[in-house]
């Protein structure tokens, strides 16, 4: 039988470690995930979030390992999306619990899961409830990263259940953040903020200062995946706001693919004339790189700059699949530019810019294009693109 983990006097995680899912609805999870789920011990036992659908028997293991299930009193779903709630509905019908609390966009978003009349009851921003010994109260957290988003704070036990939010996609059998490597979970952390959240910073921040304002300090946060924070709290938290933030950085991120070579070369003398002119580069080609991991390089940059060679009168597939990507998550204040090379139609890199244009970046000069193969002027000019591009990034640093 699985064991539960005691992360307080009165509380266990009952999730469950998923240690080989590599793709997340499109973002790579080379380190795999965890479900976490909550129990909470007292008079009226309550169960935070459920699991996965396929990790319920793990989750319900865990649960045995500490008391019946079936005497929890009421279970908190803070987060519909179906890796917390895909569980949910066979864990009602077993535990067959007194209360189930949502939000009202939660029971929405249930009832069009699962297709059942579900008997919720709906909770808001303020709303209270007694558990017997404590209290658990609950902030909206809207469009965090749904808009049925929300958290459950125990008062006396000092902790925040924040669902997605403060989480990563890690798989680790060490629940604590003090317990793992803090190189690891920076670059998970980063990541699954620019895959995930980075399109609602400006609600990340809005949110950040309600949080203060309410005065919540939890003494732990546990998120709904990654592991829990208990040594220093305060650490995602304020990673979260230097993210939301998205203040400029001397670096630039170019990203390319290649037919024959000749896109790379222009991409390499871009990447030169930045790095003399004394800003950071991240190389990333295409043929070799996930989507996600692009993201993550994106979230400290300043300038992105695309190349593409053109296929069937097309941009090339992967850098039109990136560029799609990273449209829907809407990275601000970004500088950049548009280079390739083509056989006999260049008009697809004018979409390139287009693109950008519509994602709002400040394109510092046309697109650089040539025909076949770079001669020495254009990888001469190339060089240049990446010296000005530096010179609009400092501009933006002053």
């Known amino acids: 039988m699985m064991q539960a983990v005691k992360i307080s006097e009165k509380v266990y ?33 309550t169960l935070v979030d459920t699991v996965k659908k396929e990790f319920y028997g793990e989750m319900m293991q865990r649960i045995q390992s500490v008391m019946d299930p079936t005497k ?20 009602v019908a077993s535990i067959r619990p007194q209360e189930v609390y949502v939000s009202a ?34 902030v909206e957290a809207r469009m ?7 958290f459950s704070y125990l008062e006396k036990e000092n902790i925040l259940f924040s669902n997605d939010v403060f989480g990563m996609h890690y798989a680790t059998n060490r629940l604590f953040d003090d317990e793992n490597d803090e190189h690891i979970w920076w670059t998970e952390a980063a990541k699954y903020y620019a895959n ?36 220093n709290p305060s650490q995602i938290v304020d990673l979260y706001g230097e993210w939301a933030a998205q203040k400029a950085a001397n670096k630039a991120l170019i990203v390319y693919d290649t037919m024959w070579g000749s896109t790379e ?57 990136v560029l799609c990507y990273l449209k829907g998550l809407r990275k601000k204040n970004l500088i950049g530019a548009v280079f390739g090379s083509y056989g006999w139609n260049g008009a697809p890199l004018e979409d390139i810019y287009q693109t950008l244009e519509k994602m709002q970046v400040q394109l510092v000069a046309p697109v650089l294009k040539t025909a076949f193969v770079p001669d020495e002027e254009t990888l001469s000019k190339c060089r240049d693109l990446g010296v000005v591009t530096s010179q609009k990034i400092a501009e933006k640093l002053a």
């Open 13 to 45: 995680w009952v999730g469950a470690i998923d240690w080989n899912i590599r793709d997340f609805h499109g973002y790579s999870t080379r380190r795999g995930t965890t479900y976490n789920a909550y129990l909470i011990l007292g008079e009226k036992p």
């Open 72 to 91: 929890i009193h009421q279970i908190i779903s803070n987060h519909s999306e179906l890796d917390h709630s895909g569980a949910l509905a066979e864990t």
């Open 105 to 138: 966009m939660g029971l929405k978003n249930l009832t069009g899961h699962f297709h059942e009349n579900l008997k919720f009851k709906i909770v808001k921003t303020g709303d209270r409830i007694d558990i017997g010994g404590d209290t658990i109260s609950f």
């Open 144 to 150: 965090l990263h749904w808009p049925d988003s929300m």
């Open 196 to 231: 995930i959240v980075l399109p609602y910073s400006d609600i990340v921040l809005r949110f950040l200062q309600q949080i203060k304002q309410m005065g919540l300090s939890p003494r732990m946060i546990a998120p709904d995946h990654g592991f829990v924070w208990r040594k």
């Open 265 to 321: 070369k222009m991409a390499r003398q871009i990447a030169d004339g930045l790095s003399s002119a004394g800003t950071q580069v991240k190389l990333l080609s295409m043929h070799h790189t996930d989507r996600s991991e692009v993201a993550l390089e994106l979230l400290n940059s300043t300038a992105l700059l695309v190349g593409s060679p053109v296929l069937n009168s097309q941009i090339f597939p992967s850098l039109a699949d």
